[in-house]
């Protein structure tokens, strides 16, 4: 699986960046560990995605001001999607930029066989 190093912005502020982000289903998600935890803040939104299990969505705070439902988590993703525990994906559509600035490959991608 392909690493990326991204970062993630809103209102000119990055409120994340990683050389670890994991790309699915045109979204980013970032390592938690990688996401400024002051810009998260807990909502009761949950969803269902019927590969990858509940979805938890948080706000994200920026500048004081709130983008509603602007990430979120798969605390206890289904065990064929145990890859995005633990990471974070903001919703692009609400003004998060994801800025892409470099793409490390799997080193057991074909282009490392020679």
Known sequence: MRRYTVRAV???QE???TSDALLIEGNFYFPSHDV????????RLRTLCVWKGIARYQHVIVNGERISH?????PLPLPWAWFVKGR?????TQ???????STQTDINSRENRG
């Open 10 to 12: 809103a209102s000119g």
């Open 15 to 17: 409120i994340a960046r």
């Open 36 to 43: 400024i935890s002051e810009a998260l803040e807990p909502a």
């Open 70 to 74: 602007g990430a979120w988590v798969y």
């Open 88 to 92: 974070v994906a903001f919703d692009v």
């Open 95 to 101: 003004g998060i930029d994801i800025v892409q600035e």
